[in-house]
């Protein structure tokens, strides 16, 4: 049996906004979700300045990509998330902001919230009354706890229960 290959993932809540909002401006933007599509790989790619191997992710059959972008604009890849569809919840085995909205100079913030509010909102459709799990590095347990109201299950195990994650999509979606 191969054995399953776990990512801890380590995304920062930098601030959870209405959509995304300009670092700099203040200005905000409404966001879209749709899947990911062969042509937009090309873009994140780790040449581009991505850390993860979007094109081996977007390969993996029982996957599901979505790419956050700003309405109007579907070119530019605000960020990226990667699911499966369990039993009883949505897993999130990845999340990555575009490298301009990492660090100190990042361009917007609220990228990874809406892309976890979004994992939510698939929960609610699916029946799974928005139970979302993942794993997460230890040294950030406790900011998912604080920001997404997520609690530690065990190990590395985070789960978002029905009411923070009812709390998250209607912070992002009307």
Wanted: hydrophobic share 40%.
């Amino acid at each position: 049996m191969k054995k399953k290959m776990l990512n801890y993932l380590d995304f920062e809540i930098d601030k959870l906004t209405r959509s995304v909002e300009n670092a700099f401006s203040g200005d905000s933007f409404p966001t879209e979700i749709s899947h990911l599509t062969k042509d937009d790989i090309k873009q994140a790619t780790k040449k581009n300045g991505w850390l993860f191997n979007w094109k081996k992710e977007f390969e993996t059959s029982s996957r599901e990509i979505y790419k956050l972008t700003i309405q109007g604009n579907p070119t530019v890849i605000q960020g990226l998330l990667s699911i499966s569809i369990e039993e009883d919840h949505v897993y999130m085995h990845l999340i990555e902001s575009a490298p301009f909205n990492k660090g100190k100079t990042k361009i917007y913030l609220g990228v990874p919230g809406n892309l976890v509010a979004y994992a939510c909102r698939l929960s609610f459709q699916k029946g799974f009354a928005g139970f979302v799990s993942f794993h997460s590095k230890t040294k950030l347990i406790d900011h998912y706890i604080k920001t997404l109201g997520a609690f530690h299950f065990g190990g590395h195990l985070m789960i978002i229960e029905t009411l923070p994650a009812k709390m998250l999509v209607e912070k992002y979606f009307k």
